[in-house]
């Protein structure tokens, strides 16, 4: 079978387990009583492996499951988590995300796991005062110690005839071992027989089969609940072929013993051939048969999945968002010529038209939204992991996880945020010790935070911690040469912090191995601006310090209203606009030399579009009366001036090229229903 055609799928399938697992290692240490958060952990490590095995990631499979095994006996009380165990699992969860993000590279997912599963096994027998640091490992003979415990020390009856006893005896002078197998499979398993054939098939290629429980008929004819056992003999050592069944998918458990034969009952040799022989003829009907459900099993498997998504290709997203895109310009332009021409029918079909267009359109767009959750969901476990390393509490706070956002943007969000964290806590959180000098709690806070306002996603990373020192930040930028002395006099606040961004710049007195303030905020704000947005900082001393991330929602076509200015047209995003609203000449106030308003007892402050983008005047009289856009960005507020208001209309953003790059205040343009081209304001780079 060419496995390659599921590799996206086990690639996207196995992202979400170890999110999952992740999400629910951090639950765990919160809550180490809770067995259904472990239930959780292990149903996905177990399906991880499953696929792995499936798949032929074998040292991915292997991991997976001796992590299964430590998962196990937490789940069965028989182990009590720590937080070293975690430190192992969580070391074990890192590992297998760099497996799978080697495979999505187009790499084969190798990797060495023998420190982890050596620890993984120390934990299982009992031995955690070998868990060292440097990966050092108690040997294997620990754990068997452990598994023959769980037999209590009392031959267990296999039920062999005398027949099988000599074949096992006879077996020992070519090097053969005979072990008892108990295979369980998983419950939800839909391909039992399938399952069982692919035990066998194992475990012929290494050695032989002489007895099964129930018989290989029952077996091919899946009359067996979820489990088997099976006597057999093999060179292989008991943990290979432990290991060998256990990579295969839906397998849940797999016991191994050897067999003392000196120590087994003895039986009567009545039918022991046939028994036997049974065994070894019926393995070619035991695969043909297996087959052949299989291919049965496989649809049920499909029926019983009940899949309520599928998963497209970005880039037909993309194609299907341009084409639709030239077909809201087209609605434009057929709903102008609609009311030019005054006939009612056609004016009626149009609008049809455009009530299905637009739910269309609603659909293609929301196709496209996820939510910031998939990228905030992996910071928990980095915060908390770098907060270990640095010896200080942090507690993160994720606000507006649901806020949507285009899935392009989505992919690229994520490493300027890892920037922002990790200096927050390296730089900005101070140690328990220095907090509580400072009459603060011992634990820090950092808040995640994201929301939607205008046309924009904003992101926010806030800490409680030190704050940025501008004295420090400006004798660094002088020493380096970025600002001249006099200059930095004269500079605000909120400039001096701007110079955190300058290229390579830093004010850590010793750069650590997490971040240094300064170094890598040029790539993070290089990294935003290449996505139309822009990130800026503002602190407190003492108090703490917030990056502000401002991102476009990047969509295609969005709802604007359209003004006119002199002889030109521009379109204001719905989603900034307050309200409309019309003053007289002697409302205007003037506040600090600037032209404001009062608007529902606020002063807001106007701001000539005319001026702005210095419109020529087209010659016509004016009304006394001053037309205002009232537009927003987060609490802040301003007043467009403008002509005249043209009305409310669906637009499709074109990019200016780029040619024309960072042209203020403008974020793209559109192509009306007329032909004309009305460029896109951009308010919140009208309000500071």
Known sequence: MDMNQYLDMFIEESKEHLQAINDHLLQLENAPDDVQIVHEIFRSAHTLKGMAATMGFEDMASLTHEAENVLDLIRNHKLQINSDIMDVIFASVDLLEGMVNDISEGGNGAADVSGL??????????????????????????????????????????????????????????????????????????????????????????????????????????????????????????????????????IQSVKVEPIDVDALPKKELANARQEVGAAVAQKQEQKQSASQPAGTNGANAKKSSGLKTIRVDIERLDVLMNLFSELVIDRGRLEQLARESGNSELQETVEHMSRISGDLQNIILTMRMVPVEQVFNRFPRMVRDLAKDLNKKVNLEIIGAETELDRTVIDEIGDPLVHLLRNSLDHGIESPEERKQRGKREEGTVQLKAYHSGNHVFIEVTDDGRGINREKVLKKAVERGVVSAATAESLSDKQVYELLFASGFSTAEVISDVSGRGVGLDVVKTKIESLGGSVSVNSKLGEGTTFLIQLPLTLSIISAML??????????????????????????????????????????????????????????????????????????????????????????????????????????????????????????????
Not at 219 to 228: A, G, H, K, M, P
Not at 594 to 612: C, E, H, M, T, Y
Not at 663 to 685: H, K, M, P, R, W
């Open 117 to 250: 599963v050596a620890k993984l096994r120390a934990i299982v027998s009992g031995d955690l005062a070998q868990l060292t640091p440097d990966g050092g490992s108690p040997t294997t003979q620990q754990v068997q110690p452990a598994q023959a415990a769980g037999t209590g020390g009392q031959v267990r009856d296999y039920n062999l005839d005398d027949y099988a006893v000599t074949v096992i005896r006879q077996s020992r002078e070519t090097n053969h071992n005979a072990y008892w197998l108990q295979v369980e499979l998983r419950a939800d398993c839909v391909l039992k027989a399938a399952r069982a054939y692919m035990v066998f098939d194992q475990l012929e290629a290494n050695g032989e089969v002489i007895k099964s429980t129930p018989s290989v008929e029952d077996l091919e004819n899946e009359r067996f609940d979820t489990s088997f056992e099976v006597v057999y003999l093999s060179q292989a050592s008991a943990e290979a072929i432990e290991k060998l069944i256990a990579n295969i998918s839906e």
């Open 563 to 688: 003004v006119q200015v002199e002889s030109e047209k521009y379109a204001v995003p719905l989603s900034s606009v307050i309200e409309t609203a019309v003053f007289r000449p002697d409302e205007i106030m003037l506040a600090h030399r600037q032209k404001v308003i009062d608007f529902r007892g606020r002063v807001v402050p106007l701001v000539s579009l005319k001026d702005i983008f210095q419109i020529p005047d087209n010659g016509e009289e004016k009304t006394e009366e001053i037309e205002v856009v009232i537009v927003r960005k987060g609490d802040k507020m301003a007043g467009l001036i403008v002509d005249s208001f043209i009305g409310q209309q669906e637009i499709v953003l074109k990019s200016l090229g780029k040619y024309l790059v960072n042209v203020f205040a403008i974020s793209g343009a559109t192509i009306l229903g007329d032909g004309q081209v009305a460029l896109i304001i951009d308010c919140n780079a009208l309000i500071k």
